[in-house]
């Protein structure tokens, strides 16, 4: 078997204006090492008609660069969602066509063979961009900072390139985020979340960003802290990355709704290991997490009010006409939020965010910095902690409820946050205990949170009617103040059943044994 290259790079969206910024930093003329080259490359992208590629994780191109074809097969390596790691196969070809006989690796090689046998290689999309390369020397460690500016091809559809890349050639990985932090700083990045493949086959299928939910967290009792640390945290990150597309693009809300719940979830599990890392370590991420997802709830709630509230709403009462200058009123506002977000997820501050984590995943990964720093905390079994963290935040849950079942509103959503908690905490550690006790758990409190989450919905429709109401002109508040009197006549219809529930939901969580305790 022959092995890869190993490609690891940073990836950022960059406004054509800032090219010019870039040109002229002070602080990158001592750390270039070699002259800028400029190119203009054409990259064919190939596959099948079924994609057999893409469904496998690869990316096969040929690229022209003015001094012959080179063919590139890449595949999805990675560890970190945030630092793009790939295994790439390079191999010089004659003409602008793919050899997949000219593939290093035997095993690989039969691969592609076997899938695209009886379907051959077509033409599926292709770049082309001007390419601007600069060496850059950091310590130790050397990388390519590249800048494309082009257009991606796919049939009659085209769209825009402007990027930057940066690449580690050789050294730590810690020199990229240290070094993006700093271009950051200086011009503003947009972090990027698709590779120029990812991009090319959407426009070949026409397809829109979906929303992407989480992946399993596979633990036992062998695993360690740092691991289980770097694992469940890497799976909140996977979340946020997979949704930011989705989120941008605003069709479906539950782009915008996962996204959230990634936020929520990596909030929980570094509240939940926060005893084993000082607090440096995990509380400004907590913190910028924290505003990322108040951006995001507040799309959410608009959300929720608009599907599950106002439209339910015209369809069971006899006369709707007075939730259609609300439902106006709240679509402008959605709009508006939506396009606050889309900004947000393109802002300098979401890519230091984004840095921030990817900085923190790769500190303590199996070969970073922090696993040498903490090993002694680190090296103890995950199961010690998930049990100390699973019982205090289950005696939260417990002090709060029995005040929420018949108390204030305030108190059900101090439950309902704490409950949050509890379940995501829960279900990234599910795996270390047998799976009956687990799954009973957390169905029992998946339906408490579901009553709760309703409650939730209806006071903040309510605020939401209220809101867009008091905000009108004179010539609409009295038919936008007819519609919240509508809402608030159909929310309390909705209340009054989950009030119902709540007693009975909590009583049978009580019941159940925590699936932690022995």
Same mark, same amino acid.
């Given at each position: 078997?022959?092995?890869?290259?190993?490609?690891?790079?940073?990836?950022?969206?960059?406004?054509?204006?800032?090219?010019?910024?870039?040109?002229?930093?002070?602080?990158?003329?001592?750390?270039?090492?070699?002259?800028?080259?400029?190119?203009? %490359?054409?990259?064919?992208?190939?596959?099948?008609?079924?994609?057999?590629?893409?469904?496998?994780?690869?990316? %096969?191109?040929?690229?022209?660069?003015?001094?012959?074809?080179?063919?590139?097969?890449?595949?999805?390596?990675?560890?970190?969602?945030?630092?793009?790691?790939?295994?790439?196969?390079?191999?010089?070809?004659?003409?602008?066509?793919?050899?997949?006989?000219?593939?290093?690796?035997?095993?690989?090689? =039969?691969?592609?063979?076997?899938?695209?046998?009886?379907?051959?290689?077509?033409?599926?999309?292709?770049?082309?961009?001007?390419?601007?390369?600069?060496?850059?020397?950091?310590?130790?460690?050397t990388c390519l900072l590249e800048i494309d500016v082009g257009e991606l091809r796919a049939g009659d559809a085209v769209a825009p390139i402007c990027e930057l890349e940066l690449e580690l050639e050789r050294g730590d990985p810690a020199r990229l985020f240290e070094l993006a932090a700093e271009l950051n700083a200086a011009i503003g990045l947009r972090f990027e979340c698709d590779s120029k493949a990812d991009r090319g086959y959407a426009l070949y299928a026409g397809e829109r960003a979906s929303p992407q939910r989480a992946a399993a967290i596979e633990l036992d009792p062998q695993t360690d802290l740092g691991d289980g640390m770097t694992r469940i945290a890497s799976s909140c990150a996977a979340q946020i990355v997979g949704n930011i597309a989705a989120a941008r693009d605003g069709v479906d809300p539950e782009g915008v709704h996962q996204l959230r719940v990634g936020v929520r979830r990596l909030r929980a599990a570094l509240g939940a290991f926060k005893e084993v890392l000082p607090a440096q370590e995990w509380m400004s991420l907590r913190r910028e997490l924290r505003w990322?997802?108040?951006?995001?709830?507040?799309?959410?709630?608009?959300?929720?009010?608009?599907?599950?509230?106002?439209?339910?709403?015209?369809?069971?009462?006899?006369?709707?006409?007075?939730?259609?200058?609300?439902?106006?009123?709240?679509?402008?506002?959605?709009?508006?939020?939506?396009?606050?977000?889309?900004?947000?997820?393109?802002?300098?501050?979401?890519?230091?965010?984004?840095?921030? %984590?990817?900085?923190?995943?790769?500190?303590?990964?199996?070969?970073?910095?922090?696993?040498?720093?903490?090993? =002694?905390?680190?090296?103890?079994?995950?199961?010690?902690?998930?049990?100390?963290?699973?019982?205090?935040?289950?005696?939260?849950?417990?002090?709060?409820?029995?005040?929420?079942?018949?108390?204030?509103?305030?108190?059900?959503?101090?439950?309902?946050?704490?409950?949050?908690?509890?379940?995501?905490?829960?279900?990234?550690?599910?795996?270390?205990?047998?799976?009956?006790?687990?799954?009973?758990?957390?169905?029992?409190?998946?339906?408490?949170?579901?009553?709760?989450?309703?409650?939730?919905?209806?006071?903040?429709?309510?605020?939401?009617?209220?809101?867009?109401?008091?905000?009108?002109?004179?010539?609409?508040?009295?038919?936008?103040?007819?519609?919240?009197?509508?809402?608030?006549?159909?929310?309390?219809?909705?209340?009054?059943?989950?009030?119902?529930?709540?007693?009975?939901?909590?009583?049978?969580?009580?019941?159940?044994?925590?699936?932690?305790?022995?």
């Amino acid at each position: 078997m022959v092995p890869p290259h190993l490609e690891l790079e940073l990836r950022f969206g960059l406004a054509p204006e800032r090219i010019a910024e870039l040109a002229v930093c002070d602080w990158l003329q001592p750390r270039t090492v070699a002259p800028l080259v400029s190119r203009q %490359l054409r990259s064919i992208y190939f596959d099948n008609d079924k994609l057999a590629l893409r469904r496998r994780g690869f990316a %096969l191109r040929v690229r022209n660069d003015g001094t012959g074809w080179l063919q590139t097969l890449k595949r999805d390596t990675q560890a970190s969602p945030i630092l793009w790691t790939r295994a790439e196969y390079e191999s010089p070809v004659a003409f602008g066509a793919p050899d997949l006989d000219s593939i290093p690796d035997l095993e690989v090689r =039969e691969q592609l063979q076997k899938w695209t046998r009886k379907r051959p290689l077509v033409a599926i999309f292709e770049t082309r961009v001007r390419r601007t390369t600069r060496r850059l020397q950091l310590g130790a460690s050397t990388c390519l900072l590249e800048i494309d500016v082009g257009e991606l091809r796919a049939g009659d559809a085209v769209a825009p390139i402007c990027e930057l890349e940066l690449e580690l050639e050789r050294g730590d990985p810690a020199r990229l985020f240290e070094l993006a932090a700093e271009l950051n700083a200086a011009i503003g990045l947009r972090f990027e979340c698709d590779s120029k493949a990812d991009r090319g086959y959407a426009l070949y299928a026409g397809e829109r960003a979906s929303p992407q939910r989480a992946a399993a967290i596979e633990l036992d009792p062998q695993t360690d802290l740092g691991d289980g640390m770097t694992r469940i945290a890497s799976s909140c990150a996977a979340q946020i990355v997979g949704n930011i597309a989705a989120a941008r693009d605003g069709v479906d809300p539950e782009g915008v709704h996962q996204l959230r719940v990634g936020v929520r979830r990596l909030r929980a599990a570094l509240g939940a290991f926060k005893e084993v890392l000082p607090a440096q370590e995990w509380m400004s991420l907590r913190r910028e997490l924290r505003w990322l997802g108040i951006e995001a709830g507040r799309v959410r709630d608009m959300d929720v009010f608009v599907e599950e509230q106002l439209v339910p709403a015209a369809r069971f009462i006899a006369d709707p006409k007075p939730l259609d200058c609300l439902a106006a009123d709240a679509a402008s506002m959605r709009s508006k939020l939506q396009a606050e977000l889309r900004e947000t997820l393109a802002s300098a501050r979401f890519a230091r965010l984004m840095l921030a %984590l990817g900085q923190w995943l790769q500190r303590f990964s199996t070969e970073g910095i922090g696993r040498t720093v903490y090993h =002694e905390r680190l090296s103890r079994p995950v199961s010690e902690l998930a049990a100390a963290a699973l019982a205090r935040g289950h005696a939260r849950v417990r002090e709060l409820g029995e005040r929420a079942a018949s108390g204030s509103i305030a108190d059900r959503h101090a439950l309902r946050i704490e409950l949050k908690k509890l379940r995501y905490v829960a279900e990234s550690f599910a795996t270390l205990y047998p799976k009956k006790r687990s799954r009973r758990f957390l169905r029992e409190m998946e339906r408490l949170q579901e009553v709760l989450g309703g409650l939730n919905d209806v006071e903040t429709a309510r605020r939401l009617a209220r809101e867009i109401a008091e905000r009108a002109d004179a010539a609409s508040r009295s038919d936008l103040e007819r519609g919240a009197c509508v809402i608030e006549g159909w929310t309390a219809q909705l209340a009054a059943r989950s009030e119902q529930k709540l007693s009975r939901c909590w009583q049978r969580f009580g019941a159940v044994r925590p699936f932690w305790e022995s």
